[in-house]
């Protein structure tokens, strides 16, 4: 990505974000999208365009993860695995909605450790474990995707160690 114009802070992602990025995608492909043969367009058009990678960063961004945007797609996790490998600019935007999308792994498992369970006491204890499970669990990806954080946040972010 251009200086100054995707690479910018984290904390500034916005539209304008997304519009250049779809914009700097639309002009790394070039005519990809279009192979020709005497003149004639043949084979299937390619799944990847700016609107997909703009989704998938959002979506990423968010703190969802790459199988659900995959799902969603309908292309398997390898495919855009690969588009990251083809163009430079995608994979870098995907590397910022990762880190920034760390946050918001963060928030959900302070979300998810802070609902009340009222339970009879026969599974309130695997309620309780599941719980944990699920906050450790997000703890930990968002510490692989934005080490950062286990500096920031303490032992709790934790990839190598015990948490919570």
Do not use: C
Not at 40 to 59: C, I, Y
């Amino acid at each position: 990505m251009t200086e100054g114009t995707v690479g910018k802070d984290l904390d500034d992602l916005g539209e304008d974000y997304y519009v250049t990025l779809h914009r700097e995608v639309k002009t790394a492909m070039g005519n990809r999208a279009t192979i020709t043969r005497n003149g004639k367009r043949f084979g299937r058009p390619p799944k990847f365009s700016p609107d997909v990678a703009v989704k998938v960063v959002k979506h990423l961004a968010n703190g969802g993860l790459m199988i659900d945007v995959a799902k969603e797609l309908k292309t398997p996790p390898s495919q855009i695995w690969e588009w990251e490998q083809r163009y430079a600019i995608f994979a870098e935007a995907v590397a910022r909605a990762r880190h920034r999308g760390a946050y918001a792994m963060l928030e959900e498992a302070h979300r998810i450790a802070d609902e009340v369970v009222n339970l009879e006491p026969k599974i309130a204890s695997a309620v309780v474990q599941r719980q944990r499970l699920r906050v450790d669990t997000r703890l930990r990806l968002a510490g692989i995707f934005n080490p950062a954080l286990s500096e920031k946040h303490g032992p709790n972010v934790n990839v190598s160690g015990d948490s919570v």
